[in-house]
């Protein structure tokens, strides 16, 4: 059974950044891994996601060109650097890991961490 746990949220100013850290406990049957977000009222959606052989990435457009996302496969983690935060990117960040081909979607994603909150005031 993968184990996922995030770490790094916290609160911040706007046009700050913060480091998202999720430990994975293992990459069996694992394709890809993803950062989905959930703000208070709304749905969840796909943040970023990267497919483990390829390293390949993919954002949402509302993130783009100022999250990264990256993974350390000998430390097991994956990570999300977030730069030029907007209070819009107020949210509990969950990380997932799966086996689909999909990364914008849920059902893609086997395996769910428990969430970091992230703040971001104006």
């Known amino acids: 059974q993968v184990q996922l746990v995030e770490s790094g949220g916290g609160s911040v100013q706007a046009g700050g950044s913060l480091r998202l850290s999720c430990a994975i406990s293992?990459?069996?049957?694992?394709?890809?891994m993803s950062w989905f977000r959930q703000a208070p009222g709304k749905e969840r959606e796909a943040v970023a996601a990267i497919y483990e052989r390829t390293t390949d990435t993919y954002y949402a457009d509302s993130v783009k060109g100022r999250f990264t996302i990256s993974q350390d496969n000998a430390k097991r983690r994956l990570y999300l650097q977030m730069m030029s935060l907007k209070p819009e990117d107020t949210a509990m960040y969950y990380c997932?890991?799966?086996?689909?081909?999909?990364?914008?979607?849920?059902?893609?994603?086997?395996?769910w961490g428990q969430g970091t909150e992230v703040t971001v005031s104006s």
């Open positions: 997932a890991a799966g086996g689909g081909y999909t990364w914008w979607s849920e059902a893609s994603y086997e395996y």
């Open positions: 293992e990459y069996t049957y694992i394709r890809s």
